[in-house]
């Protein structure tokens, strides 16, 4: 069964500072994806970022990136530059890719952003 | 475009009562999910649909737990009988059909008091 592990309960970081959000994870399909999340205090999910396991790059979107070591199989988040907007629950979530289509998701961290 | 709009935001229900949430998913997407989110915690899968095909029920908790979806259009969750332990936030998704990354994008989600 999938599994995803974020050990990180809490992050406490300042402003402008780059942060890393841990993410581990276990599935025994070689195909497979990998989600990011961010939940702030108005609870909606927001999408941030894909890596696919194929995929032969790191995803990046913007100050997003996504440190994916395949065969430790972690796949932490990347934030540069953080903002104080950036305070917010992040999770982390799998897809396999035999045809189920649900996300399985860790636990997730809540990350601080100090001024 | 208008994102996925869930109804009520929130709801207070007394236990052993009926409840129904709804989902209104974004225009044009095949796929819509449920999921529940209780405090502190991840998000959990219950409930997939996809077009006209039989829905993947496999994280629906109880025979207490249904939902209906009507074409590509809106669905109701609907708990019967509540129980103290359904007190969580419901979150809804929804995602385009097809392709590998399949991105998930989410309601604010229904938060359940069961008192």
């Known amino acids: 069964a999938q599994k995803i592990t974020q050990t990180q309960p809490g992050m406490f970081v300042q402003e402008k500072e780059a942060v890393t959000l841990d993410c581990t994870y276990d599935?025994?399909?070689?195909?497979?994806?990998l989600f990011w999340y961010k939940q702030p205090s108005s609870g909606e999910m927001i999408f941030l970022i894909y890596?696919?396991?194929?995929?032969?790059q790191n995803a990046t979107e913007g100050r997003y990136s996504l440190n994916f070591q395949k065969a430790r199989k972690s796949a932490n988040l990347v934030i540069s530059a953080s903002q104080l907007g950036d305070s917010a629950m992040y999770f982390c979530a799998m897809r396999d890719g035999q045809g189920a289509q649900k996300l399985v998701f860790g636990q997730g961290t809540r990350l601080t952003i100090n001024p | 475009g208008a994102g996925v709009s869930q109804s009520p935001s929130n709801k207070v229900t007394e236990k052993g009562k009926d409840v129904e949430l709804r989902c209104d998913p974004i225009s044009g997407h095949t796929a819509l999910y449920w999921y529940r989110q209780r405090l502190g915690q991840g998000l959990e899968f219950l409930i997939y649909f996809q077009g006209n095909s039989a829905p993947d029920k496999s994280g629906l908790p109880s025979d207490r737990f249904s939902a209906e979806r009507t074409g590509e259009s809106v669905s109701t969750l609907t708990i019967q009988r509540t129980q103290q332990e359904d007190s969580a936030v419901y979150l809804c998704?929804?995602?385009?059909?097809?392709?590998?990354?399949?991105?998930?994008?989410f309601g604010a989600g229904t938060r359940l008091s069961v008192l």
């Open positions: 890596q696919g396991s194929y995929d032969q």
């Open positions: 599935t025994s399909d070689p195909s497979y994806g």
């Open positions: 998704a929804s995602s385009l059909a097809g392709g590998p990354i399949n991105i998930q994008y």
